[in-house]
């Protein structure tokens, strides 16, 4: 492997930055007109967000802030998985919203049949929820990354260890 290039496909996110995220969507939705008095709750679990709000439209609103501001900080939207909206008591609602975060099996199987049937030079394995992309060109680890840039996959995709 000395002779060789690689790189990794993951699929993760900046933790602090979702958290900074969140910070700024409570801060607007205390300060917005509309949604002052709508006792909006956002809490961050392990790998959910909890929104608990006073209706539908409140909860649209507090989406689209959270996007917005997801957004500003270089997270990419595909993280958020936004469940059913389910009421809770009191005339309110809640929406569960799961964050997607490693390569499952199908997709991990999808980018590596890609690259092998695409681009002969190139060797993909998968090792866990990461996909090793290795060849002994760089320039053909390049026309791998190209190449899969150019699929729209259900996930963010992020490139590492580029060596």
């Known amino acids: 492997m000395a002779s060789g290039y690689s790189f990794d496909i ?24 509309d949604l002052k008095d709508s006792k909006t709750a ?9 929104i608990e709000t006073a209706n539908e439209m409140a909860l649209q609103a507090v989406q689209t802030i959270l996007q917005t501001k997801a957004a500003k900080r270089n997270l ?10 389910e009421s809770a008591s009191g005339n309110r609602v809640r929406q569960q919203v799961s964050l997607k975060q490693g390569i499952d099996k199908d997709n991990a199987k999808r980018i590596s049949k890609l690259l092998k049937d695409n681009l002969k030079k190139v060797q993909a394995s998968i090792q866990g929820d990461t996909v090793r992309v290795s060849s ?26 580029y060596r």
Request: net charge negative; aromatic share 8%.
């Open 136 to 161: 002994k060109s760089k320039d053909d680890l390049q026309d791998a990354i190209a190449l899969v840039k150019q699929t729209d996959w259900p996930i963010a995709l992020q490139f590492t260890n």
């Open 42 to 50: 956002l809490d961050l679990g392990d790998d959910t967000i909890t």
């Open 76 to 85: 990419p939207l595909k993280i958020f998985d936004f469940g059913t909206v």
């Open 10 to 33: 993951v699929s993760e996110f900046d933790r602090q930055e979702l958290v900074n995220a969140l910070d700024q969507t409570r801060r607007e939705v205390a300060t917005r007109y």
